[in-house]
């Protein structure tokens, strides 16, 4: 299989977890990419022209992390299945899901707007981004209690959280989710995510 990716993207980094997880790291192989070079061949590949693109042993592109995480996972050789199977379990984990990557929508938008010229950034924009942030952080503050266990959900925030330490560290999350800091102090002390640690900058 081959990965055309960014270390700094959050997206990138959760297929690299589940493969670290499911113990698919061997059979990867990494391809950093430049999206904006005129010369990248991502467009041949994903349409969107966006990482992470993954394609598989039998030559099939596929896009959109949530789309590479649960193929990867179906994949797996080691640990135990990050997508539950059925039932409330699962539709609790792809919700977890769905919030965290909502996050990194919204931070990454907020981000692309501040490099902007100054005259052209849109305060409204920018606060819209920065509000839906805020409250979906309060909502996983609220519902710290149930990021039980290693799912595709749980593994979703600690890297949203992640992400918002590298590039949003001036929000201090932590100081208005308490319950939250304290989940992800200890769920995010594994490897998996030691190993997909991104550069600063």
Same mark, same amino acid.
């Given at each position: ?18 493969? #670290?997880? /499911? ?71 792809? /919700? ?75 929000? #201090?999350? /932590? ?27």
């Amino acid at each position: 299989m081959k990965l055309f990716y960014s270390q700094t993207s959050p997206f990138v980094r959760k297929a690299l977890m589940v493969a #670290h997880e /499911r113990g698919l790291v061997s059979r990867i192989e990494l391809s950093p990419i430049d999206v904006w070079s005129p010369d990248t061949v991502v467009p041949t590949l994903n349409p969107l022209g966006k990482i992470p693109t993954l394609v598989t042993d039998d030559g099939m592109a596929l896009f959109d992390s949530p789309v590479i995480a649960e193929y990867l996972d179906s994949q797996g050789t080691q640990g135990q299945p990050l997508f539950p199977a059925a039932g409330a379990e699962r539709w609790q984990a792809l /919700r977890q899901q769905a919030i965290a990557d909502g996050i990194c929508d919204a931070a990454i938008l907020r981000r692309m707007e501040g490099l902007r010229p100054e005259n052209l950034r849109s305060a409204n924009w920018t606060d819209r981004q920065r509000q839906a942030m805020t409250r979906a952080v309060e909502l996983l503050e609220a519902e710290a209690d149930q990021l039980q266990g290693l799912t595709i959900g749980t593994i979703s925030v600690m890297i949203a959280l992640a992400y918002l330490d590298l590039r949003w560290e001036c929000d #201090h999350w /932590r100081q208005r989710a308490p319950k939250l800091a304290a989940w992800f102090a200890q769920a995010s002390d594994r490897d998996s995510f030691r190993l997909t640690v991104p550069p600063r900058g």
